[in-house]
């Protein structure tokens, strides 16, 4: 690895480790607490509840979730358990909810590659972010992970209203659309 590159991963590292964003942390009893949180190897919370205090590290045995603070809205993470994935809790982006809620898992990933022009002895960063939607009704213990083709699986899941899958034959729905799609079902679909 050349000096450039590793110099460059330990500084993205350290940026990495070192965020200060304000958050509350959630417990599993209902209670919170407030202070400043980062999440890092994927489903592990770092949380203190001042600055001058070192971090302590929760997963989701005790705490169902963060929400961070200081973007344009709050921006809510909760820890769900998954078909296929019932040994621990994945953390997941919250991005509506109701009678179904739909949680997001973004997955974003930087791949080195060698630049075009040989004359640069520079590897280039290529970054991409992939999107894994999870659906779970509320008395469902496991959420169901949306894959693979489009109408097959939101039809599996969300087979009973036809003015869903009349808007995915009208192409109304689709992947970019699946916050609109999950928010029509508990508006149109349910009973409540």
Known sequence: MNNYLFSTLILLSFLGNSQTQEATLHFNDGTSIEGYGLIFQEYKIKFRASLEDEPDVWDGTIVSGITFRGFEYDVEFGYVYAKNHERYPLLLEV??????????????????????????????????????????????????????????????????????????????????????????????????
């Open 95 to 192: 991005l509506t909810e109701g009678e179904v809620t739909l949680y997001a898992n973004v997955i974003n990933k930087t791949v080195f590659s060698p630049p075009l022009d040989g004359d640069i002895p520079l590897t280039i960063p290529h970054s991409f972010s992939k999107v894994k939607y999870y659906v779970k009704r509320e008395q469902e213990k496991l959420a169901t992970k949306l894959k693979g083709r489009f109408k097959k699986c939101i039809i599996a899941y969300f087979g009973e209203c036809s003015g869903l899958i009349k808007g995915i034959d009208n192409h109304e729905f689709r992947w970019a659309t699946m916050i609109d799609l999950v928010n029509y079902y508990n508006d149109f679909c349910t009973d409540e």
